[in-house]
């Protein structure tokens, strides 16, 4: 197996594949930059030869399911499994100005190093060169009382703050530590959490240690 390794996420809720065209494009741009001499097909080939479609009988899959998909140049799997959110009430801000998650890299080490930072809070926000970026495992963005902004400049550019872009849900903005102050929640965005799903109360990020 090659050593860089990469993989994709998907929603998948009552059978039916969310947001596939998103991850279809992620995986193509991977693909493309990573392993340009070998034809890896297209994501829903891959899910296809695993016995997924994108519409899946509602009786073999009620409620939500996490699929994740894992590919190198050397070939892919699959695994699908019920969906269990992780419980996420407080965050600190930890500052890295070196890390790169530019891509859905396997190997998160370098969000782990920032994670370890987080104390008694459950997770954290990543801040690079003076701005947010992202928690260990999904984008956000900040409410304050009628608009969604999320960080112009995230570490991975995730498939659902694409979708809430394009659906102008969100908007782009450059934010700052200092700027948390104008928000009241921040909310955890990834392909398994839709905005609102999962939120944070502002007064709950704490500053890095």
Known sequence: MSQLQLIETLRMEDGQI????????????????????????????????????????ALDYPGIWKIHVDYNADGNNVDVSPYH??????????????ID?????????????????????????????GLLTDTSYSNIALFDGSSWLTPRTPLLKGTMR?????????????????DLTSFSK???INAMLPLDHLTVPIRHIKEGR
């Not at 959110?85 to 070196?98: E, M, N, Q």
């Not at 782990?112 to 459950?122: A, I, N, V, Y």
């Open 18 to 57: 969310e947001r596939l065209s998103y991850h279809e494009a992620r995986y193509v741009k991977a693909v493309s930059h990573f392993f340009p001499d070998r034809s890896q097909g297209r994501l829903i080939d891959i899910l296809c030869r695993h016995g997924l479609s994108v519409h899946n009988h």
């Open 101 to 129: 998650y530019s891509y859905k890299y396997a190997d998160r080490s370098e969000l782990q190093k920032c994670l370890e930072k987080r104390g008694d809070c459950d997770d954290i926000i990543i801040v690079k060169d």
């Open 85 to 98: 959110p992780k419980h996420v009430a407080s965050l600190r801000l930890v500052t890295d100005d070196d």
């Open 162 to 178: 694409a979708y809430l872009l394009d659906q102008r849900m969100i908007k782009e903005a450059d934010l700052r530590p200092a």
């Open 186 to 188: 921040v909310c955890l």
